[in-house]
């Protein structure tokens, strides 16, 4: 293409129209080039990094701010013979671990002996959600990506990385960077105002654990009681309504039925802009109880909920009271 | 009781000036004994809680208790709920009076540790740069806790924060709150622990401004 814009000597330069938009172009291109291959490169970071959390061995302390409430953890994470090992250990109050192996979970509260174990769906995985080049595109839509100012965090130099909204239907969000493990050590999430209404991250960390003893499941003895909750894969044609595919970004990803027993099921559909995620639950009003259509708000988790016809529709996620709103008046329901 | 609170409601509205004067004349003319002795007990909550000269009647500690409580508190403020909140602080006092639990003034006091304890803050006049001049609290009972906490661990099991791991969702869980989950019945209703957690907002938490209190 260069060769367009310099003509032999011994030729009569001839200037055509054509001639100016390409070397517009090729200026534009010059100038404005390296910035879109700038973000592209944050977020191949990004995603990048997500998938270092799944590949490296580390453990570390936890903190997590969330609205009020504070909490430290020491957590442990190793790719280990028989899968991903993940142990989380309440360092605060009363003893609590939640641990994984690949897709199955278990919370376990030593003091009450008791156990909830809960197999996560793995058609929710979210490196397939986030790591391709289409959902990245999707996150483009609704994101802006930008580098900001570094800072050293759980003694490791980081890159932070700010996704602003693009509308008023989600939160803004930061990421810590880890420079030399390319790994995430800190994620926040600020509200439209700039309010920090949730922080997650490591206070110390260290990449040289070794091997992990025991990466296997808890495995109860006598006296304790386990509690099983299974999910099934919902199909659209078992839900009483429907909402559009996609909504304000937000898009369809699954439904589940969570079911401890016959008699205790909830009714989830999930939808994520690849960032957070929007849960619409949908339970039969209980004419003996009464429930509060109350927001609910924990850090940057937020619900509402609104009596429409026979079912009590809440509508939960990481997101602004506006996308709870908006989604409760999306709601169509099937004749019955 | 549908019925009693309906008439409570509007005469709450009617001491709020609310009604137009077509409900008003309604309403008035509906009025029977019980609803006076209603209409008197509101004004009287309402004199105790806006009258600074009543309230010094009142126990020292107590307001004294209060008085730090909110100034230690961030008020979040939704201006737009100015009329509706004061309603509910009204209605507030009427359910816990209704139900015979106490008096409308000791409902007052109940309903000033509510405040103090059990968090939500409100507000009125500040999107017109005045301080915060009143509040309102919402509690929770403990089948809307124990359902919240429900669809709360599902949401997290089920979040897809693309490109955060899973520390990240299950760090912002507490395990112990799982407890709770399909014991509805046996939860206390006045759980104390939640409220180290939960934050129980009536409105939008965070589309609003937020100011230092300055009373």
Known sequence: MMFLLFNKPSEPVVKTPIIHVLKAFLIFSACVGPAWSNDDNLWKTLASSREQAENLSYSGVLVSHVGAHSQSSRFYHQKASNGEFELLEHLDGEAARWLRLNQDTQSVLPSKKQIFSEKRSASLKPLSHFSSEKAIAYLKEVYSIRAMPDKRIAGYETLVVQLEPKDKYRYEYKFYIDKQHNFLLRSEILSQKGELLEQVGFSEISFDIGVLPNTNLFDAESGWQVTKTEARVLKNNELPYTLPNTLAGFRQLSGFCRSKSKDRQLYQFVFSDGMSTVSVFVKKQDEAKHHSRAVFGHGAMMSKSELQGGYLVTILGEVPETTLNLFLKSMQWKTQ | ?215
Not at chain 2, 3 to 27: F, P, R, T, W, Y
Not at chain 2, 100 to 118: E, H, I, K, P, Q
Not at chain 2, 172 to 192: A, C, F, H, T
């Open chain 2, 1 to 215: 009781m549908g019925d009693v609170m309906g008439k409570e409601e509007q005469i709450s509205a009617m001491l709020d000036g609310e009604l137009s004067e077509q409900e008003l004349a309604q309403v008035l003319a509906s009025l029977d004994e019980g609803d006076l002795d209603a209409w008197h007990g509101y004004s009287m909550v309402g004199d105790l809680i806006r009258s600074s000269e009543l309230a010094a009647f009142h126990d020292e500690p107590l307001l004294k208790r209060i008085e730090g409580a909110l100034e230690q508190e961030v008020v979040v403020v939704a201006p737009q709920l100015k009329t509706v909140l004061k309603h509910r602080f009204f209605e507030a006092f009427v359910s816990i009076a209704a139900a015979g639990r106490a008096s409308f003034a000791m409902a007052a006091v109940c309903f000033l540790a509510v405040l103090v304890y059990r968090v939500v803050p409100l507000v009125d006049g500040v999107g017109h740069g005045q301080s915060v001049a009143a509040r309102s609290a919402q509690t929770v009972g403990a089948a809307d806790l124990a359902l919240w906490e429900e669809y709360l661990i599902a949401h997290h099991h089920h979040s897809v924060n693309g490109a955060i791991p899973s520390w990240s969702s299950m760090g912002r869980i507490d395990p112990r709150n799982l407890v709770m989950i399909g014991q509805v019945d046996e939860k206390p209703k006045e759980d104390s622990s939640a409220s180290d957690w939960l934050n129980v907002w009536r409105d939008a938490p965070y589309d609003v401004s937020v100011v230092q209190q300055t009373q």
